[in-house]
């Protein structure tokens, strides 16, 4: 019974790994074709948000004549219904490695974002967090530190969330080392950016041994929960380096309105595009050549970093990405209802494109390779 368990579930991750993998190849092999329309990483205008504001145009989500849309999955083109599977096969294979693989290839520097990204955001006061996409925790720990450390509050309290359970158990047998582990400051739960109330199945656990064995090498983890998340019960709403990965951002980005507080701060943090020319040449380079590699050598899985560098080049350009959060509804750093809330504009970023009304409402860090995007609902 236990074996024929323990095979099951080698099955299911096998599965979901071929998934992914055989997506991918597909995509080296039919890519071409879907790719030859636009360079990879150049940005596409008649895929961006129309001029007049509607968000239909996003390549995130096109209808196929006759039939399912589609949308990409790094190059290639795939059923819409499909890319929420292969993206958590995905992360079902990195997730073992996720935080070795994210401090080599990035040589430790998304640590100095994360902790620019949190020190802003500054959270104090009891608030209720809502980290998206929280993977291993990376963002909720920093948001946990933050508050005790600077304002000896240990009210505020976060909920991770991400659809990937492998990535969530990875960041749960991390947080158990810490004070914060079985307080109500921390939640874990299980959930879909694009539908927050939506409930998944969660996976059984591993034996029915393994539910009981703890050890402080083996912490006895709970289940994940299945939490709805209420409209307007967050006051800080975080996704870091998770929304291009979802299927649709326009959903994500109404759910996170939906679910905010007014006066509440949507805070995103994503690789943008380099905003230097030579530089950004460099720096693409570099991710074709180098990320691939790394996660071959280093996690034994090419596939799956191949197309963590394929979804950083088709996220959307950041005065897109700034025009898609205004139109879910939320007030832009650079607007004076946000600066009069208390969120102020980032003065040394233009509009790329001759459109002011998103001035000052980005920050690029690193020369663009990663940004920061928030927005304030009112
Ligand atoms: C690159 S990791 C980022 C993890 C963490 N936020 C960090 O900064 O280290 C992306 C995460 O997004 C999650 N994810 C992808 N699609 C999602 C969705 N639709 N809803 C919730 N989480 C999602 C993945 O499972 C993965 O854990």
Redesign the pocket.
Known sequence: MLRRQTLDLCERSLTSRLAARRALHASCTRGQSSTSSSTPGEHNPSSSLSSNGSSSAFPDSRASAGGEGTTHFGYQDVPLSSK?DL??GV?SSVASS?DVM?DAMSVGVHRLW?DHFVAELNPRGGIKCL??????G??GLRLLDHAREKHSDRQTQVTL????PS?LRAGQRRLAKTMYWNTDQLRFAL????DLRLHLDSPPPKSPLSAFAASPNKPKLPPLEHLEIEDESVDLYTI???IR???HIDKVLKEAHRVLKPGGVFAC?EFGKVNVPGLSDLYRAYSHAVLPSLGAVLASDRASYQYLVESIERFPTQPDFARMVAQAGFHLPGSPQAERWGLPAYPEQRSWDGDESVNGAWEDLSFGIATIWKGMKL
Request: glycine fraction near 12%; charged fraction near 20%; include cysteine.
């Open positions: 929420v993206v958590r992360f996720y994210n994360k980290d998206v996409a929280g993977g291993t990376d963002i969330l991400d659809i990937n990535m959930g879909n950016a694009e870091a380096f998770g990965n979802c299927t943090l």
